[in-house]
């Protein structure tokens, strides 16, 4: 039998136009109250989940983690912490809360590419995992670019960003001293940018075509900020904390991605499910926080193309009453940005929000380098041991042959291997240990690939 045999019928025209616009819109109805312009962009591998290191952003796209999701920390919710990545290879961490690192490690970026740090106000649920970013960042590869701070001042100095900088440095003093056995390089050093807090409006980054932009919050204390990106015609705000003002109305406006955090109206019940008295729940969110009610209020003032919340814990008991009372004044699309690993894709046309797949026990990536003098350099080490350590106690190490099976003892280095910087030319390297730490390096390339078309399309034609 030939396979022509089996062909059947095609389906009368009519049958086929009946299956294939059943239950599409096709302009004749407008679907769902939360999904205008709500879509999955180009580009994703599935529209259903991100998966780590799967996916290239789009050239002219923008892509935002929730890393880090409510006040009080819990395994599924760090403290607060949004990621922001550009097309152009740019990435921005908006609030590093504490334990947040966990899942910037989880979804694949190396420790080193994430070098500029915006925080909002210096509650330590937006900044808890600084030291450790500080410290394991410079130990891996973060060896040519400093760490950038950006946060405001205080109303007196010893409240500022930088006084609180000091008090870190100061603080991780050992940790610090024992790490400059490794090749650190630059990893010690920070860039603080503090900012006056008053100055509303204020653009405290401008590089790269990406603006940032901050404003006050009314947060009990003076020095909470809010913050807004702009870039190629997108934008987003992450308000951070504090009680609804006309500032955010005015500073947000029109921006695509709306974030603001925000507490259902459930103190009492809350009472009973977190063990926060019913007077001290009020009282927190009546001089600190943004009501579910007046989180839908400036959405609505705001106008965003999506608005979301985090910094609120993902129950299901508060979760349907939070959305009740936003849609009380917001009618706009709304998504939660909780719990840990929802993932936002923005272009022009479409603003998709999948749940990311983070895993429990993932690994570090390999550091990654711009690679712009074509070498790989290797700091040298500014310590040794014997600089950092009293003899005795290593005289007391057990001698590596009592525990090494015959035939299993590794040539151990115990001194640094070299006594100047390492240099090699990437040509050199092998190939794999390319692979592994260039994958920025050729991002960029690619980027910089499609800049140029983009420009010698723009030439008139002759
Ligand atoms: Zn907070
Ligand atoms: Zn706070």
Redesign the pocket.
């Known amino acids: 039998m030939s396979d022509e045999s089996k062909k059947r019928p095609q389906s009368s025209p009519e049958d086929i136009q009946n299956a294939q616009y059943g239950g599409v819109p096709m302009g004749r109805w407008k679907e769902g109250l939360l999904f205008e312009g709500i879509a999955p962009t180009p580009g994703l591998k599935s529209a259903a989940n991100w998966f780590p290191r799967t996916e290239k952003l789009g050239p002219d796209e923008m892509r935002i983690i929730f890393m880090g999701t409510a006040p009080m920390i819990r395994p599924g919710q760090m403290n607060t912490s949004v990621f922001v990545q550009l097309g152009n290879g740019n990435n921005f961490i908006f609030d590093l809360g504490e334990g947040s690192i966990a899942n910037y490690v989880a979804s694949g970026f190396s420790l080193n590419e994430l070098d500029k740090i915006f925080i909002t106000?210096l509650?330590v649920?937006?900044f808890g995992s600084l030291p450790y970013l500080y410290m394991f960042g410079g130990w891996s590869g973060r060896w040519h670019n400093k760490l950038r701070v950006f946060g405001p001042s205080g109303r007196t100095p010893e409240y500022g960003t930088a006084k609180m900088i000091e008090g870190m440095q100061m603080m991780l003093g050992w940790h610090m001293d024992a790490f400059d056995v490794f090749p650190n390089g630059e990893g010690w050093n920070i860039e603080v940018n503090e900012f006056d807090f008053r100055d509303n409006g204020g653009v405290i980054y401008d590089e790269d075509g990406v603006t940032v932009t901050h404003w006050q919050r009314s947060?009990a204390k003076d020095g909470?900020s809010g913050y807004r990106l702009d870039w190629n015609g997108l934008s987003m705000a992450w308000t951070g904390?504090g009680r609804p003002s006309h500032l955010d109305a005015k500073y947000a406006a029109g921006v695509d991605v709306y974030i603001t955090e925000t507490r259902a109206e459930l103190v009492s019940i809350s009472s009973g499910v977190q063990g926060v008295p019913p007077f001290l729940g009020r009282y927190t969110i009546d001089t600190?926080h943004t009501p579910g009610y007046a989180a839908g209020y400036l959405m609505n003032e705001v106008k965003p193309r999506l608005g979301m919340t985090t910094h609120m814990e993902f129950d299901a008991y508060q979760n349907e009453e939070t959305v009740a009372e936003i849609r009380e004044h917001w009618k706009g699309p709304f998504h939660f940005g909780a719990p840990d690993g929802v993932v936002v894709n923005v272009t022009k046309d479409d603003i998709w929000v999948r749940e990311g797949i983070i895993p429990r026990f993932p690994n570090l990536r390999s550091p990654q380098f711009d690679f712009d003098d074509g070498q790989l350099v290797v700091p040298l080490p500014r310590k040794t041991r014997e600089d950092i350590q009293e003899p005795f106690v290593r005289e007391q190490q057990i001698d590596p042959a009592d525990y090494y099976p015959e035939g299993y003892h590794p040539i151990l280095l115990e001194d640094w291997p070299v006594d100047s910087d390492l240099v090699i030319d990437l040509e050199t390297l092998p190939p794999a240990l390319l692979e592994s730490m260039g994958e920025r390096w050729r991002d960029r390339k690619a980027y910089n690939k499609h800049i140029s078309e983009l420009t010698a399309d723009a030439e008139p034609d002759e």
Do not use: E, P, S, Y
């Open positions: 106000h509650h649920d937006h947060h909470a904390d600190h």
